[in-house]
């Protein structure tokens, strides 16, 4: 067992991935719709994830890392990979055919909800009154965030409201099965699960979505850069390392900062206004944080 200062390292790592991966996530927001002006959906998330695990897997090439993945755990590899990033990243962006921004992403962020039901019976992690009052908070800060753009779910989007809570239900339960060991480096080990998350995107892209490489301009081009090397490839790290060293509730309460970041950051990026209603989404939603991310009493 690690020494209990081992173990407040360990925590406040994860906390510093959280963050981090909270802000690139959250700033993909608006660079993806920059993106998506010029590319279709799932051929942009695919190639950026592509290049994002190719770069990850050079690096840890150079570093001499074990790239290689034993036969034995690569069952598990391809499940993680399956649900933390192509039921994440393709379903979410899928559904957005029949949904609004507003209306998936308040569905996607109902992922910590799920995250803190599915880790009572996988892992016997009993939600505390603490982490609900937290959920409670997050969740009431993304519901007002979101409440401007009235919300009318009809029978018309069920298939884009069955992908992104699709995609919430299974991100929840990558996350909290992600204590799987796979005897890889973490750049070695997000290398592969961004790859073979994002090869079926890039599969489906050129199937149905053909896309034009001459469509993009230079901030097409630098929209996919960011998206590669920030949010598939960064975020990624950030995030296997925060599940590691933190409870999946924690963890999945700390990523409700995104859509906020993402709202804040539409503001200087794409002129979208910012008033009373995101200003308290951004206090209810930051309380909640903090409560979930507060030292608990023993251990996680």
């Not at 592969?192 to 050129?206: D, E, R, S, T, Y």
């Not at 469509?215 to 925060?242: D, N, Q, R």
Request: charged share 10%; proline share 7%; glycine share 12%.
């Amino acid at each position: 067992m690690a020494s209990p200062d081992a173990q407040l390292r360990s925590r406040r790592i994860g906390l510093l991935a959280i963050g981090v991966t909270a802000i690139g996530w959250g700033l993909n927001w608006p660079i993806i719709k920059l993106l998506l002006r010029e590319w279709p959906p799932l051929f942009s998330r695919g190639t950026a994830g592509i290049a994002a695990a190719l770069g990850l897997a050079a690096f840890a090439a150079l570093r001499g890392e074990r790239l290689l993945v034993p036969l034995g755990t690569f069952r598990p590899l391809a499940l993680a990979a399956a649900t933390n990033v192509f039921a994440w990243m393709g379903l979410s962006t899928l559904a957005m055919v029949w949904l609004t921004v507003a209306e998936g992403a308040l569905l996607v962020y109902t992922m910590p909800i799920w995250a803190t039901l599915l880790a009572w019976p996988i892992r016997g992690d009993r939600p505390t009154a603490r982490a609900l009052a937290a959920l409670a908070l997050g969740m009431a800060g993304i519901a007002v965030l979101l409440s401007g753009a009235g919300l009318a779910l009809g029978s018309g989007k069920l298939p884009g409201i069955l992908l992104a809570l699709g995609a919430a239900i299974l991100f929840a339960f990558g996350t909290v099965t992600a204590q799987v060991a796979v005897p890889l480096s973490p750049l070695a080990h997000t290398a592969w699960l961004v790859g073979l998350g994002c090869l079926p995107m890039i599969i489906a892209g050129l199937t149905f979505e053909q896309p034009d490489p001459s469509a993009l301009t230079p901030v097409g081009w630098a929209s996919l850069i960011y998206m590669a090397v920030v949010p598939m490839g960064a975020c990624y790290l950030g995030w296997f390392a925060a599940v590691k060293r933190l409870l999946p509730t924690t963890a999945s309460t700390g990523i409700l900062l995104v859509p906020l970041v993402g709202v804040l950051s539409a503001v200087p990026i794409l002129g979208e206004p910012l008033g009373v209603r995101e200003a308290l989404a951004l206090t209810l939603t930051l309380s909640g944080v903090a409560l979930a991310l507060q030292k608990p009493a023993a251990g996680g």
